[in-house]
């Protein structure tokens, strides 16, 4: 399919994927980190995942970006993290984009060959997530609106259901700790 995609993105507030600005590999590391679990799995799945996907693409650094909204409510996105982000939308052409399936890079079990398709679609026929990937930086042109990620989030109801889960961990926690606390005072 020729044309334009619109896709999303999240970043770090402050890092400009619009303007080639010189951005040392741990910021860049740190927003893949901040974007989903991947970077932290690969550290421990064998050779470097990255420059396997650098040589791939023939790119030193490229964005990640979801066709959907609905596609950052998937096991492998910290949301939590995404939450504090800048929502990045964009119309892209196919033909600057690299698609890829979220899960087989995390899972991180075939080839990386494998994990890349055409087209978006033969992806999702697989039941599984596209992923676009594009080159840093993105051009000026293909932006269409920054807004804040938890704003969009919360509209897509995404964020509202993980909210409470987290929430709720959080109090649970508290009420181990406060009841540890307890214990330990009293045994002293």
């Known amino acids: 399919m020729d044309g334009l995609y619109y896709l999303y993105t999240v970043q770090k507030p402050g890092f ?9 590999s741990e910021f860049l590391d740190a927003g893949m980190e901040f974007h989903s679990m991947l970077f932290r799995m690969s550290q421990d ?21 979801f066709q959907d909204i609905k596609d950052y409510d998937n096991y492998w996105i910290a949301l939590e993290n995404l939450i504090r982000g800048d929502l990045w939308t ?9 698609w890829c399936s979220l899960e087989a890079q995390c899972e991180n079990t075939l080839p990386v060959e494998k994990w890349f398709c055409k087209y978006p679609e033969v992806i999702r026929r697989h039941k599984q997530t596209p992923q676009a990937l594009v080159a840093f930086p993105i051009k000026p042109a293909w932006l269409i609106k920054v807004e804040p990620a938890r704003k969009i ?18 109090s649970a926690d508290d009420e181990l700790n406060t009841a540890y606390s307890s214990q330990s005072s009293h045994a002293a």
């Open 16 to 24: 400009a994927i619009t303007v080639r600005q010189y951005a040392a």
């Open 45 to 65: 799945a064998g050779p470097d995942i990255w420059q396997q996907m650098t040589q791939y693409l023939e790119w030193q650094r490229w964005i990640s970006c």
């Open 90 to 98: 964009l119309a892209v052409p196919a033909n600057e984009i690299r």
């Open 153 to 170: 989030f919360e509209e897509a109801d995404l964020w509202n259901e993980k909210l409470e889960a987290s929430s709720f961990e959080d």
